[in-house]
């Protein structure tokens, strides 16, 4: 098998047990498409660059807040990450301590996060070699030069906090941050990129012009995508037969892949999508081709071209490509496969440049499914941007967001393509085993951790990489929340292959297999989650409206009212005289109680219980109120990590991953998206 299982029965029941379960309210699907399994119709990807955890979440919620910056201070409760801690500040197992990076110093030289560095910087789980395999070589103390610009040795180790990237940390505090989210396998931005859309990066073919990053037949490195007349500027075109017709390619070095990915499953479905990325657009066009000239300067002064090549997923797979740059007909047509035109190199294929995501929502036209790329200035990558300029491009694009029609049923992510080298301190699990040239995490030619022997090698692909930043923005969200969820870049578009009752790619991809994005999420009767504007200069909180009140089923009748009390009885009459005065009323009975508040409705309960039967464990679940066939995700978790996972259906047979045997108390959570969650004790014995 690829993955360690344990083998799982459930079947649905009429009676349930009494645990926490909690009802959710369902969507209203858009007239004419595809509609959800949740209450989410809208789904927004901000894919920005280069991060590690530490580096920006590693002292999260404690800032420094020192003069003339942007001050944060946590709201009273707000939970605590697996950061830095004192130890690791003050007595770090690399050759220098982890140092605050200021405000003033956003922007840094760029760090090492090729395949192999970011393995040996790990050092066989002990974390203490950053210094020595991924710090950036112009990082290096070697120049006055570099001493001015980068200030210290062991710049690799340092972070910011939030009075850097303070929207970062203010949206932490409204919505639902997760610490234990890593990148699908170690390198660099092509494999994360190529790990959103499709969690498989097998596949891969070198173009004319070298092996353009391809290492046995995968992505690991950056490399310009096959099928993008912008890649290579400086290169010849070629004339190739593709798709039926002629079409001109660049004859330097590139890459293409082959297989599907999600945009594929979204068009089968008939979902709305798109991939919208700064500089897309031309800004010339000579001897026909195009030119993707566009610039901007980053808050250092420096010019920057927007648009980076190998950052464009979808330009690596012929069904997907945009190979001229062309732009859709009409706002109207942002999100559909534009029918003006039947020949593949005209086609718009869902890539746009990032200008049509404004029009498409000011023209009440937002697709779906989006992923935004921001342009190189503001992408957050060290050496080309830095969190000041990544922080403006998050805010407007969220702003945007939520002062729109479509912030009430949307989910925006924010995730990261990979760490660019800076240190975290937090080894991932080895879920994927390689033994190449190529890897060192644990030795020559070994890149596996122990318990993973049972595991399926994927050769030149080893992961789960360096640990990344990992966010969920909705009304929807969990409020100030830290989730522990094991996951991966992979785990968004499982999300919405489940959202939109898609299936999974198959074949190498890890979107099935993935961790669950479901305990981020509160469908629940229960307060929604604010809507927040940040300033998009300084983070900080412009404006907050609180989110919708929990839904409350109508009240139960009044209660009848009470018999009114009796009269008083007639005085005696007298022997002689006249009769008595008639006695007083007495006075009303009271007032009926008024009735019990009437119930919600049924909540869906479902309770699992794990039986050990020799070497085997089940886990079977009983329910009420909920579909056989109900999708339901199951996890287990101790010391809040979580330890196993996976989905199933009531009623079939469940998968759960995990990478160590199971033994004693765990926290059993239980999820049927957009039914119900609940969590329980179990034990395994």
């Known amino acids: 098998m690829r993955k360690k299982l344990l083998a799982l029965g459930a079947t649905a029941m009429v009676a349930g047990a009494t645990i926490l379960g909690i009802s959710m309210s369902g969507a209203a699907p858009t007239a004419a498409l595809p509609g959800p399994t949740t209450p989410i119709e809208h789904v927004v990807v901000l894919f920005p660059e280069n991060i590690s955890f530490d580096h920006y979440f590693g002292t999260y919620p404690v800032a420094a807040n020192g003069a003339g910056e942007p001050s944060f201070t946590a709201a009273p409760g707000t939970p605590a990450v697996n950061g830095l801690s004192h130890a690791l500040l003050t007595e770090n197992p690399n050759e220098f301590n982890p140092e605050r990076l200021s405000r003033a110093e956003a922007v840094t ?19 203490d070699e950053f210094v020595q395999k991924t710090q950036g070589h112009e990082c290096e ?9 980068y200030g210290r040795n062991g710049i690799v180790m ?63 490195g950056d490399t310009e995508p096959r099928y993008d007349e912008c890649s290579n500027p400086g290169s010849e075109l070629e004339s190739v037969s593709l798709e039926g017709e002629t079409v001109s390619l660049p004859k330097g070095s590139t890459a293409s892949m082959t297989g599907r990915n999600i945009g594929d499953l979204l068009n089968e479905r008939g979902v709305t999508w798109g991939w919208f990325q700064g500089g897309f657009e031309p800004s010339s066009h000579v001897a026909g081709r195009p030119v993707c000239g566009q610039e901007m300067a980053n808050v250092g002064g420096a010019g920057q071209k927007s648009y980076v090549m190998h950052h464009e997923p979808f330009e690596y797979y012929t069904s997907t490509a945009n190979l001229e740059h062309v732009s859709p007909s009409s706002v109207s047509e942002v999100g559909h496969s534009d029918p003006t035109t039947t020949k593949w190199s005209e086609r718009v294929n869902h890539q746009y440049d990032l200008s049509w995501f404004k029009k498409a929502i000011e023209a009440e036209n937002m697709p779906q499914v989006s992923f935004l790329k921001p342009p190189a200035a503001e992408n957050g990558h060290a050496g080309n941007s830095d969190p000041l300029d990544e922080q403006k491009f998050l805010t407007e694009e969220i702003n945007t967001i939520q002062n729109s029609q479509y912030w009430k049923n949307t989910a925006i992510f924010i995730a990261y393509d ?34 993973a022997s049972s595991l399926v090698e994927h050769d030149n692909r080893c992961g789960l990489g360096p ?26 578009i499982k999300f919405v292959e489940q959202n939109w009752s898609l299936p999974s790619i198959g074949a190498g991809s890890e979107d099935i297999d993935s961790g669950s994005v479901d305990n981020m999420f509160e469908f629940g009767n229960a307060q929604r989650a604010p809507k927040v504007i940040l300033n998009e200069t300084s983070g900080e909180v412009v404006s907050e409206t609180p989110g919708e009140p929990p839904a409350i089923g109508p009240a139960g009748p009044q209660g009848e009212p009470g018999p009114a009390g009796a009269n008083g009885s007639n005085g005696a009459t007298g ?51 909920a579909k056989t066939s109900s999708r339901t995700v199951l996890e287990l978790v101790r010391d809040h990590k979580v330890v196993a996972h996976g989905t199933g259906r009531l009623g079939s047979e469940f998968r759960l991953r995990h990478t160590k045997a199971l033994h004693g108390q765990y926290t059993l959570f239980v999820a049927i998206p957009g039914v119900t969650t609940s969590t329980q004790k179990v034990r395994v014995s």
């Open 109 to 127: 030289c760029d760090q090492g996060h090729s395949y192999t560095p970011e393995q040996e910087a790990e050092h066989n789980g002990l974390m």
């Open 141 to 149: 103390q070697t120049t006055e030069k570099n001493k001015r610009n």
């Open 158 to 220: 340092d972070y910011y906090d939030g009075n850097t990237v303070t929207a970062l940390w203010n949206y932490a505090q409204h919505y639902a941050l997760n610490d234990n989210s890593y990148n699908n396998q170690f390198g660099p931005s092509t494999p994360g990129a190529i790990n959103l859309i499709s969690g498989d990066t097998e596949g891969a073919e070198p173009g004319p012009g070298g092996n353009g990053g391809v290492g046995g037949g995968v992505m690991q």
């Open 418 to 451: 990979d760490s660019d080298g800076w240190y975290d301190h937090q080894v991932g699990p080895t879920l994927f085993p390689s033994h190449t040239t190529a890897d060192k995490l644990n030795g020559a030619e070994a890149c596996q951790f122990k318990n």
């Open 467 to 492: 640990r990344l930043p990992f966010m969920l923005i909705s009304p929807y969200a969990k409020s100030n929340y830290i989730d522990n969820t094991l996951t991966e870049q992979s785990s968004i």
């Open 575 to 625: 022997p002689a005289g006249p009769a008595g005065a008639k006695g007083a009323t007495g006075p009303a009975g009271p007032k009926g109680a008024t009735g019990p508040r009437g119930p919600q409705g049924a909540t869906p309960m479902v309770k699992c219980k794990i039986v050990t039967k020799g070497r085997k464990q089940e886990v079977k679940c009983t329910g009420s109120g």
